[in-house]
């Protein structure tokens, strides 16, 4: 296949035609890295990617970061410093077929003209194995510059084959002191910006924008031009923005949450981290970001049981029903209501005292289930409903513990190879405090008896 034919006049009308018709936050797009503010920690002076740019050596990379802190134009500043050519494809449209075409055309453009293809998939996390199979061999033998852009965890989201073959790049949110200069040049630029519209924002204005754009330039852009074009001249050809003017445009605060990827994961995170702290105020926080991102209230609710007895336990008996109580007041009433069920348990949680008691204990049950011989059952425990068990001895040695003088007894319900094993070791903390003082017994019998009690394996194995 040749190459693609040079740009015609049509094709120059036609880009200029966009250029002027795009929105504000294209046309203000930075087009050389000292234009770019922003993302230091990839692009400062000094910097790996900075030094690549500046000395034409370029290789394939994955930016990871939120919508609007500027993957897209960073990528077309690395092509045309770089003097490559720039072909970008989203991943939500294009297949294998488009792949193989831009492959084929790199080649004859390599080939004819020595220029290189910096290939800019966005949003490749939406590319399934298939498709990143299909370009992988062309990043490798270099036919190919990849840049990927992305809004999710490429280590989950992208081949571990293309990850190993590309650097990634982790992009943060724009800061409000970066957006604020970004916003200042927009309404200053008489070429490709607001300046021919001698519009002036208000302060309060300027600080409402920067604020509720929440680190994304396109947001932030985007809402300045809707109310500059809405707002007519006031005082001879000036256009002042009021803070009700930015409202208007914005509507509502660009909300940074995604409840299929990983901000869902990081945010259940923070929730639980926080209850496990006993933190309501971090608590209350992480679950409002969550349901305010459209996150399901269920989820929440079944994740708050899974804390209840994870981090409190029996140290508050009280916490696993209160959960359960708080998963049926959002399934009955629904939203918005049901949300206050939510944020009720996830205070009553965080005041709740702590203990993973249970949790540990089960855990080295499974350990010793998985990592030990799985012994009969002792047959003193078993039952012997015929006369033939009952001759095997089934039953046989049984203490009945209601026919004890405590009403307990001490006979062994372990395998012989776990005889004396303990499991379930109770804190100082709450309940379980006098759980401990009831569960004492156990220890003084051993002590009378002599059987010291065995640790946990992994306690054995570092001895």
Known sequence: MPPKRGPTLFDAQRANTLQNQAPLATRMRPRTIDEYLGQEQIIGEGRLLRRAIAHDQLFS???WGPPGSGKTTLAQIIAATTQAHFEPLSAVSAGVADLRRVVQEAKDRLGMFQQRTVLFIDEIHRFNKGQQDAVLPFVEDGTIILIGATTENPSFEVNGALLSRARVFPLEALSDEVLGHLVDRALGDEERGLGKLKALLAADARGYLVNMANGDARVAINALEAAALAKPPAIGTTRLITLDDIRDALQSRATRYDKHGELHYDAISALHKSVRDSDPDGALYWL???LDGGEDPLYIARRLVRMAVEDIGLADPHALPQTMAAQQAVHFL???EGDLALAQVAVY????????AVYTAYAAVLKDVAETRNEPVPLHLR????HLMKNLGYGQGYAYAHDLPEGRSDQEHLPPNLTGRIYYE???RGFEAQISERLAWRERKREASKVPPKKHREEEELE
Request: proline share 17%; net charge positive; aromatic share 4%.
């Open 61 to 63: 990379l994955i930016f």
């Open 288 to 290: 409002g970001r969550m």
């Open 334 to 336: 629904g939203q918005p």
């Open 349 to 356: 949680l965080c005041q709740a005292p702590k203990s993973n």
């Open 383 to 386: 039952n012997a409903p015929t």
């Open 426 to 428: 109770p804190t100082r």
